[in-house]
């Protein structure tokens, strides 16, 4: 399973960007897909998750600025980020949960100027 990412960039804060997460290879059943993110020194931290179902959660400190979605057809998933802030300044990680593996992207750099 290979997931590839993208959209990652430079933003001014109260920006927007999108980031796409697309997975390939031998996906059989799909459990979750989502990010996590980590900041300069900081731990690798859950962002926005969302299940084959629909069900989404979110991080505290994303909520109501960030919308994760999924499109199943494609095996992408999308995370919309709005209202950027400075603190949202991270390495964007995608990932699949299928059965009892996790898979993960390459990262996105995601800065946003204040």
């Known amino acids: 399973v290979q997931l590839q990412a993208s959209g990652g960039g430079l933003v001014q804060a109260g920006g927007s960007l999108r980031l796409s997460c697309a997975a390939s290879g031998s996906i059989f059943s799909i459990n979750a897909m989502g990010w996590h993110r980590q900041a300069p020194g900081k731990q690798r931290e859950l962002v926005a998750a969302i299940t084959g179902r629909g069900s989404t959660n979110y991080a505290d400190s994303v909520k109501g600025r960030f919308t994760i979605s999924r499109d199943n057809a494609k095996n992408t998933v999308y995370l919309q980020m709005n209202s950027l802030k400075p603190e949202d300044t991270a390495v964007y990680y995608c990932?699949?949960?299928?059965?009892?593996?996790?898979?993960w992207g390459q990262g996105t750099l995601v800065t946003v100027s204040s």
């Open positions: 990932y699949l949960r299928a059965g009892l593996s996790n898979y």
